[in-house]
């Protein structure tokens, strides 16, 4: 009775610990998964926040890289400034987002993607207008150089023509001298002799010599005589002429010539017609047109 006791009691422990060996077991495997699971879950969060914080740092890089682009003042500025809007954008949305899913960070990424991608072709597209603008530089300043060349070239002809011209004119101009004045009296022969009386006198003569020149323009040649008394006053014809630019004269006959390049003694006659000759001082002016070339003067007594 005692034997079969004994065995009885060695079989209820056996089971006892078989039993109690499979619940440690089970709880202790229960724990273990239930460690894996949380380690799994913690893995994935930090495996997401990692993405999500590298795309918003290309998102940032991406955005500085727009600032540096935008410096450029190119034609393509108002463009770079709607792609940076973009890239603005995103970084809000993403950093809004909390605990986004791989399939939204997967969305995230392919939109960095395609700005980048946008971005790329921008600053290709700067490139290729900074290239164009350098040569059109280069261009402008070529034909501002040839321009400026040109100017100078064309000032020296200029100039050159000018001292031509102002040589052709010195050397055209009509060489006047030998001016003089006398009076005459009439004969009853009809013959006329020199006088310095007043009251002798018929006419004043006035004189002047012109000078040989080849290249002065031949054909008439017309010059003016103003003859003024004791009051100034203008004897003759005492006719008015107006040349043009404000400027006019007052003549008492005029000498006409043909010129043909040869030297020729040329002279005026004023007659008293009527006009009593009085004692005193006589001046006589020669004039080309307007210009004055010369002036004499008589003493009648």
């Known amino acids: 009775m005692e034997k079969h006791y004994s065995s009885s009691l060695k079989t209820i422990i056996a089971v006892l610990f078989v039993f109690g060996l499979g619940a440690t077991f089970y709880i202790f495997s229960n724990e273990l998964k239930e460690n894996f699971n949380v380690s799994k879950t913690v893995t994935g969060l930090n495996q997401k926040a990692s993405v999500q914080k590298n795309i918003l740092d290309s998102l940032n890089t991406l955005k500085i890289a727009y600032d540096v682009a935008m410096l450029e003042k190119s034609a393509l500025s108002e463009e770079l400034e709607i792609e940076k809007k973009n890239v603005e954008n995103l970084m809000a949305i993403i950093n809004a987002s909390k605990n986004p899913s791989f399939l939204q960070l997967q969305v995230y990424r392919k939109q960095l993607s395609d700005l980048k991608v946008s971005f790329e072709a921008k600053r290709a597209e700067i490139k290729k207008l900074k290239s164009q603008n350098k040569y059109l530089l280069t261009e402008i300043e070529s034909q501002n150089a040839a321009m400026s060349q040109q100017k100078i070239k064309n000032d020296t002809l200029i100039s050159h023509q000018r001292q031509l011209e102002s040589t052709l004119k010195t050397a055209s101009t009509l060489d006047l001298s030998n001016f003089d004045v006398i009076a005459l009296r009439n004969k009853k022969s009809g013959e006329e002799l020199e006088t310095d009386k007043a009251k002798s006198t018929n006419k004043l003569k006035a004189i ?48 006409a010539i043909d010129f043909q390049g040869k030297p020729v003694n040329v002279y005026g006659i004023l007659n008293s017609d009527g006009y009593e000759f009085k004692k005193g001082t006589y001046f006589v002016n020669f004039f080309d047109k307007q210009e004055l070339i010369g002036s004499s003067s008589i003493v009648l007594k």
């Open 208 to 255: 002047f010599s012109i000078s040989g020149n080849s290249v002065a323009k031949k054909g008439k040649r017309v010059f003016y005589v103003q003859v003024l008394d004791q009051q100034n006053a203008v004897l003759g014809a005492n006719k008015l002429i107006e040349f043009g630019n404000n400027k006019a004269l007052v003549y008492s006959f005029i000498v």
